[in-house]
Structure formats: C-alpha cells, structure tokens
C-alpha cells in the first residue's frame, strides 16, 4: 500500500493523518485561501516544498483529503459531507484533462462547479509545482488502457469524434431556404469498457407539404465504436464504428430511406501545437433495399479552442468541410462547409452548445435541385461529469 511507501523522497516514512484535526486546518483553509505567498502546505509540514517532486507536495498538500493512495479519505474521517473523488479509478481519473484539475487545484472546486470544500492553492503552490502533483496523479490510474481526457476533442457538428462518449446530445437543424423543413435527434452514447462506445440515435422530422406541415419519425441509428489506438504523447486517437440505420422513417413524408442500410467508417482526433486539433472521419454507406445507391464521405474539421480569462469558458470555432458521393449513374460528389463554434454554457464545462451553418458549395441534390443552407445545432450533456442543472 502506497501509505508505507516513502513517498515524500526524503527518506523518511509519512504515514497517512487521516485525523480530524488535518481535516478541519484544511477545511478551514478552503473557507479562507491565504493570501499569496502564504505557506500553508509549508507551515503543515515544516519543509519546503520549492523544489519538492510532486508526490512529496501531494503528500503534504493533498493527501490530507485525497488519500496517500489517492483514493479519498472516508466521510467519517472528514469535517465535511463531500465525497473526494478516487484518482485510482481510471474510469474517472483518464477522462479528466490535466487543465482542468490544474485549474480545480490552483482556483478551488467552484471554479469548475465542485464544491468549496476543494480549497484553492493559489498562493500556496505555483501551477508549476501543481503541474507536478498532477504528474504524480496520473500515477495513480495504472492501467493506460483509458484514453485520456486530452484526446476527446470538441464534438463537431457532423464528424464523429474518435473518443469514445458518456453524452448525450440533442440536434436540430433548419433549412434556411426551401420549404424551411426542420430536423431534430435525440443521440444517446455510453461507454463500455476503457475504449468502446454504444450509440442510438433517434431523429424527428418536420416538412411543410402545401398547406400541411407533416412530421414523424426519422430512421433510427445503432452504432457502436471502438478507438484502436491512442497515445496522449503523439496527440493521437483513432476508431473505428459501424452503425445500422433502421427505416423506422416515413418515407413518403420525406423523412428517412426507403429500407435499412449499414455503415462503416473510421474516425481520427489529431492535438495541433497552440491548442488546435484536427478531427476527420471516412464512411461508407451500404443500403439492405434495391433502389439504394452506395454512398460514401468524408469529413475533415480544424479547430482551436480558446480559454475565456485564465481559468475560464471554452470557445472553440472549427471549420468543417463534408464530402459525400453516391455511387450512381449521373451522380455528381457534393461538398459542404460548416463554420461553426463551440461553447461551455455551464461553469464545469461538461453542458456545450454548438451552433454552425451548412453551406453547400458544389453538387445538387440528385434530383437536379440547388441543396439549401441550413442552420445545425445542438446541445449536450457529459453526463458523466454531473446532470444538467450541476455545475452551473
Ligand atoms: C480540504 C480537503 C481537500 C484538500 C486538502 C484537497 N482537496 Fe481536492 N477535493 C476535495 C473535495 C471535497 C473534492 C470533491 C469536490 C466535489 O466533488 O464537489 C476534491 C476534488 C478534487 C479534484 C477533482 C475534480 C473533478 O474533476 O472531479 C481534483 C483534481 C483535486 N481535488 C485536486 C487536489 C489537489 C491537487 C490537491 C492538493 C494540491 C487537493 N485536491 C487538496 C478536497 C480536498
């Protein structure tokens, strides 16, 4: 067990205080951050921790709440109700980026929606040394299996991320021209395992038929996705997924494909230098009914993703660009553009807006029609980290 280990490197064996008293001069301290410069882990511990390595400053600094093994201190050793998170438990631990819990342990739990019982070490500890804590962190997890919180890039507004998701997303989308026909989904994605990801999507259509205006079902989507490879030090995660489009659609309202078909594709997220990322998917679309024309695409999406202050909301702009073929006789390939930005509406980062226009630059719609501009949004939940109305 990690508590009999020397983990503070000086050759002397700490063992674990979960006692009251270290619980409430922390708690105290969460209630009131010492003024910079103060020397808080310093004066508990009566050594310098200047150039101490990072399990020597989580030792004195953070273990008081989180554990020296890093899995949290009990209720009944702590002065106050919160659970303290287990850094061991990958499944939570992997899925948190580093600037995130920098930002938790440098401006304190609120300033990602947490608790204040998650004191602010502003002050105390520079980020330099709270980028080494968080290096011995990641110790804790030990099983590199789980792609890491870095790599789920910003959801683009069609490109399948890589990164396997518990969300769930809702979309709409509005022609701008035409007959104003609107769409709508319901995605639900969740987990299994470190790497894997099921999905269902269930979409609603609305079209304006001379007076009437029909709606239903759209096609429902199945899919499941698999990353095969990940590594947070090239900044690279690749997947690959197959989805059944069900026709649960009514098709002579214009909503969904006369039969079901299969699809198979092949998803990238690639970290850029300067927080930029870039995100691609290639997909094939196979129908199960006659009439049906094999389709393929591809879909490529730059972004960079900007910090509102220093501890602040995401921004992210991306431009996407959508190429898609079928396979016919007489059928040209069309593309579309989609600027588009992405926003954190909520103060934990985890409820995000996307809002973006789709603007067909080439090709019609098969029936020698211009395809119209459309609107595309969505909202989602990472409901993994909270419910809708946590973190606010
Ligand atoms: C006074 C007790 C206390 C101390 C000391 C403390 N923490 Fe915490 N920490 C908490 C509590 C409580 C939570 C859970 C907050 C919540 O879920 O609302 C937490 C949560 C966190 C989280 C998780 C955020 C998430 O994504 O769920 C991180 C990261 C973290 N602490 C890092 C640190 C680091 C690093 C240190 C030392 C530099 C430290 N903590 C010291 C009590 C403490």
């Known amino acids: 067990m990690v508590a009999e280990e020397d983990v503070t490197g000086s050759g002397e064996i700490r063992a674990p205080r979960p006692c009251l008293i270290t619980a409430v001069v922390a708690f105290q301290f969460a209630l009131a951050p010492p003024a910079a410069g103060a020397q808080f882990p310093q004066a508990a511990n009566g050594e310098d921790l200047a150039d101490a390595p990072g399990d020597a400053i989580y030792a004195a600094s953070c273990a008081n709440c989180h554990g020296l093994d890093g899995t949290g201190l009990a209720?009944?050793?702590?002065?106050?109700?919160?659970?303290?998170?287990?850094?061991?438990?990958?499944?939570?631990?992997?899925?948190?980026?580093?600037?995130?819990?920098?930002?938790?342990?440098?401006?304190?739990?609120?300033?990602?929606?947490?608790?204040?019982?998650?004191?602010?070490?502003?002050?105390?500890?520079?980020?330099?040394?709270?980028?080494?804590?968080?290096?011995?962190?990641?110790?804790?997890?030990?099983?590199?299996?789980?792609?890491?919180?870095?790599l789920n890039l910003p959801r683009p507004l069609l490109t399948e991320k890589a990164y396997p998701e518990d969300e769930w997303v809702v979309e709409l989308g509005v022609d701008l021209e035409s007959d104003g026909g609107t769409s709508a989904a319901y995605v639900y994605e969740q987990r299994f395992g470190p790497r894997s990801q099921v999905e269902i999507v269930i979409p609603y259509g609305w079209r304006r038929d001379g007076a009437d205006l029909r709606h239903g079902l759209g096609d429902a989507v199945v899919g499941v996705k698999h990353a095969l490879y990940h590594d947070l030090d090239v900044g690279t995660i690749f997947s690959i997924g197959g989805e059944a489009i069900l026709s649960t659609g009514d098709?002579?309202?214009?909503?969904?494909?006369?039969?079901?078909?299969?699809?198979?594709f092949a998803s990238l997220g690639q970290i850029l230098p300067g927080d930029a990322f870039l995100?691609?998917?290639a997909g094939y679309k196979a129908p199960l009914y006659e009439s049906g024309a094999n389709e393929g695409f591809g879909r490529v999406v730059l972004g960079r993703s900007f910090t509102q202050g220093e501890w602040g909301r995401a921004w992210t702009p991306m431009l996407e660009m959508q190429v898609e073929h079928h396979f016919e006789p007489g059928s040209e390939p069309h593309f579309d553009l989609l600027p588009q930005m992405q926003i954190a509406l909520n103060t934990r980062q985890h409820v995000l807006a996307n809002i973006g226009v789709l603007v067909p630059v080439g090709g019609d719609d098969g029936h020698g029609h211009a395809r119209p501009v459309r609107l595309l949004t969505y909202i989602l939940l990472d409901w993994f980290d909270g419910g809708f109305f946590e973190g606010w």
Do not use: K
Request: hydrophobic fraction near 40%.
């Open 251 to 264: 098709e002579s309202v214009g909503l969904g494909a006369p039969g079901s078909a299969l699809e198979a």
């Open 75 to 150: 209720p009944s050793l702590l002065a106050f109700e919160e659970e303290v998170p287990d850094f061991t438990d990958c499944d939570f631990a992997a899925r948190e980026p580093d600037a995130d819990w920098i930002a938790v342990a440098h401006e304190g739990g609120p300033v990602r929606g947490f608790s204040e019982m998650m004191p602010a070490f502003r002050g105390a500890l520079t980020e330099e040394q709270l980028t080494r804590v968080m290096g011995y962190i990641r110790t804790l997890c030990t099983d590199d299996n789980w792609p890491r919180g870095e």
């Open 279 to 281: 995100q691609a998917q």
